[in-house]
C-alpha cells in the first residue's frame, strides 16, 4: 500500500535532531509521497534542502501562510512572485485566513489570500488552503475569485457536512488528517456521507497528530492512523483508502 501525506512540514525545526529517520519511518509504513506546504520567505532554503535531499518524494509549494501576513506582506508575495518566476513547484500554499490567533490583521489577510489565488490562476496551479475561525471569510474570498482554472484542497476540514459541500462546490478536496480521530472532532459523524473521491489524507506534521499520539509531535508515518480511522468510517478496506485517496491527490496536484 502507498499513501500520499498531502500536507507535512517536514522541514520544520520539530523534525531537527532526526529527520531522516522520520521519513525513513513514513515509507516503511508506505508514505511515500509527500506535498510540503510553505510558510513564509524564512523557510524556502529548508524547503529547497528537503527537495535535494529526496527529489522523488518530495514536493515543494510556493505561498504565505495567513499567520504570517504581517505589515512585510506585499514584501513576502513579492518572494513569492520571485520563486513562481524561476522554478516550477506543485501548488500555491498554505494561504488563506486564519482568525484564531489575530482578527486584527483580517483585511491584510484577505488581500494576501486573493493575490496569491491570482498566482495560481497565472500559473495553473492548485491552491491549499488554511482556514481556522475563518470559513465565511474563507468563503467569501473564494466566492469572488471562483473561475473553472481554480481548484485545490481545503486543508485540515474541521467544518460541518454543509461547508464541506460548499468547498466541494468550489472544487476543493477536503484534507483530512488527525482530527477525525478525534472524540470531539466531529466530522466523523458525517464524513461517509461525503464521496471518497473529495477525499485526500495529510498529517500537518509536526501539529495534530492523531489518537493515539494526539498532544506529542506529529510525524508523516502516523497518516497510517488516519487511513484507519477512514476505512472504518467508509467500510472499505484500508488498501483501498491508500489508492483511492493517492488517486485524488494525483488528480489535484498532477502526476
Not at 527529489?55 to 501562510?65: K, S, V
Not at 470559513?135 to 485540515?156: Q, R, Y
Request: aromatic share 10%; proline share 4%; glycine share 6%.
Amino acid at each position: 500500500m502507498q499513501f500520499t501525506d498531502t500536507h507535512t512540514h517536514l522541514y520544520s525545526e520539530a523534525f531537527d535532531e532526526d529527520r531522516a529517520a522520520m521519513i525513513a519511518r513514513a515509507n516503511a509504513a508506505g508514505v511515500t509521497q509527500f506535498y510540503i506546504p510553505a510558510i513564509d520567505a524564512s523557510y524556502t532554503q529548508r524547503m529547497y534542502d528537503l527537495e535535494a535531499a529526496y527529489p522523488d518524494q518530495m514536493h515543494l509549494m510556493a505561498g504565505l501562510h495567513p499567520t504570517h501576513v504581517k505589515e512585510d506582506y506585499q514584501e513576502e508575495l513579492a518572494h513569492v512572485a520571485q520563486q513562481l518566476s524561476t522554478r516550477s513547484f506543485c501548488a500555491i500554499g498554505e494561504i488563506g485566513i486564519d482568525l484564531y490567533w489575530d482578527k486584527t490583521t483580517l483585511g491584510i489577510q484577505q488581500e494576501a489570500f486573493k493575490a496569491q489565488i491570482r498566482l495560481a490562476k497565472k500559473y495553473k496551479l492548485p491552491i491549499v488552503i488554511h482556514c481556522r475561525d475563518a470559513f465565511d471569510a474563507v468563503f467569501e474570498v473564494l466566492e469572488s475569485e471562483k473561475a473553472p482554472n481554480l481548484f485545490g484542497i481545503f486543508h485540515c476540514f474541521t467544518g460541518t457536512k454543509e461547508q464541506a459541500l460548499r468547498a466541494i462546490g468550489y472544487q476543493m478536496k477536503l484534507g483530512i488528517g488527525g482530527v477525525v480521530t478525534f472524540k470531539n472532532g466531529k466530522i466523523d459523524q458525517f464524513l461517509h456521507e461525503i464521496p471518497l473521491e473529495h477525499i485526500v489524507l495529510e498529517t500537518d506534521a509536526p501539529y495534530l497528530s492523531p489518537v493515539p499520539f494526539r498532544g506529542k509531535r506529529n510525524e508523516s508515518s502516523y497518516l497510517t492512523y488516519v487511513a484507519e480511522k477512514l476505512a472504518t468510517i467508509y467500510e472499505l478496506p484500508l488498501s483501498e483508502i491508500a489508492t483511492i485517496t493517492s488517486k485524488n491527490a494525483q488528480s489535484v496536484f498532477g502526476g
